[in-house]
């Protein structure tokens, strides 16, 4: 049972930053592997990156050197920080934690990229 809250979108111009967080209320955050997704509209859920309980990280082909995650346990707290954006990065992006067979999803925050 864990609560996430995700903030940080809003509108940003074809090669600009942005960094998303994502804090959850779980007491044994360290403990949970942690996701990134985005919609589109119209289109599917896609993954995007993720981090275990270790930090490992690990990304999608689509925003590989682009984007960072990490995560700060100290704050219940993981990152997306998304740099040269791009037009088609443009959708609400999801926080998922995970702990074995069960996941957890938080509501979204918009990412707009446009001029």
């Known amino acids: 049972q864990v609560q996430l809250v995700e903030s940080g979108g809003g509108l940003v111009q074809p090669g600009g930053s942005l960094r998303l967080s994502c804090a959850a209320s779980?007491?044994?955050?360290?403990?949970?592997?942690m996701d990134w997704y985005r919609q589109a509209p119209g289109e599917e859920r896609e993954w995007v990156a993720g981090?275990?309980?270790?930090?490992?990280?690990n990304y999608a082909d689509s925003v590989k050197g682009r984007i960072t995650i990490s995560r700060d346990n100290a704050k219940n707290t993981v990152y997306l920080q998304m740099n040269s954006l791009k037009p088609e990065d443009t959708a609400v992006y999801y926080c998922?934690?995970?702990?074995?067979?069960?996941?957890?999803w938080g509501q979204g925050t918009q990412v707009t990229v446009s001029s």
């Open positions: 779980a007491s044994d955050f360290s403990i949970y592997n």
């Open positions: 981090i275990d309980s270790r930090g490992s990280p």
């Open positions: 998922r934690a995970a702990r074995g067979r069960h996941n957890d």
